[in-house]
């Protein structure tokens, strides 16, 4: 029961992450909100938040399909796109309840993000931009908000199970096996539920000292930030 007593909002709980974090958090006790699709910009962003009250976590889970094309193919829908779906609203969402927590005095935000922005990945610079703008902006304000005791960091995974980035059918495959041999250490892809625990213990009162992390879950495809 780590979350006993937390009001914990999980976006876009139907895909990447959101599953498994949400079948973790219930379990350890959190009253979870779990909203499904992604969160919209605009006027249509007060709509979505004008219902919840205030919460003690954030768990902001945004995906988006990478667009994978060299930087000379890249469309301007699909740059705009993973920008609306994945960095607007992390800002959006941040703006909205941090402030709040830290009225309170405590709080925690969590987004879940990627290790992508970390290494750089060519063919994937669309999505590495918009990954690296969230990794950026958890920073920035992880240290915003640190003296009013809200700890905002991020998730940067990589090689996580999840029906967006790493569907099963992909994972069984003998070309991406031997993908998984000479890139990634550890040589497996992660079970959504490891990165659900690490985003657990981010979320909980047991990482009060962690400020402005992004932190790299790749299996040791990327190690450092």
């Not at 699709?37 to 205030?54: A, L, M, R």
């Not at 469309?75 to 969402?93: A, I, N, Q, Y």
């Not at 941040?94 to 709080?107: D, E, I, S, Y």
């Not at 922005?117 to 902006?137: I, K, V």
Request: aromatic share 8%; charged share 20%; glycine share 6%.
């Amino acid at each position: 029961m780590r979350l006993e007593n937390k009001k914990v909002l999980v976006t876009q709980c139907d895909d990447y992450m959101g599953p498994a974090i949400c079948e973790l958090f219930a379990a350890e006790g959190a009253a979870v909100i779990a909203i499904p699709g992604t969160v919209p910009n605009g006027d249509d962003f007060e709509k979505y938040v004008s219902k919840i009250d205030d919460i003690d976590i954030l768990i902001a889970n945004l995906a988006h399909d990478p667009c994978n094309m060299p930087v000379g193919e890249i469309k301007s829908e699909d740059w705009l796109g993973m920008f609306d779906v994945m960095v607007h609203p992390l800002m959006l969402l941040v703006r909205h309840f941090a402030p709040k927590m830290a009225a309170r005095g405590h709080g925690k935000v969590v987004a879940i993000t990627s290790a992508a922005p970390l290494r750089g990945m060519p063919g994937s610079t669309a999505y590495c931009a918009a990954r690296g703008a969230q990794n950026s902006f958890v920073k920035a304000a992880g240290l915003e908000f640190a003296p009013a005791n809200v700890q905002i960091n991020a998730v940067a995974q990589n090689y996580v199970s999840n029906p967006v980035y790493f569907p099963p059918e992909l994972v069984a495959s003998e070309r991406f096996q031997k993908h998984l041999q000479r890139n990634v250490p550890i040589q497996r892809v992660a079970r959504s539920e490891e990165s659900a625990e690490l985003a657990l213990f981010l979320a909980s009162d047991k990482s009060d000292f962690i400020v402005g992390q992004a932190i790299p879950f790749s299996g040791g495809w990327a190690t450092n930030v």
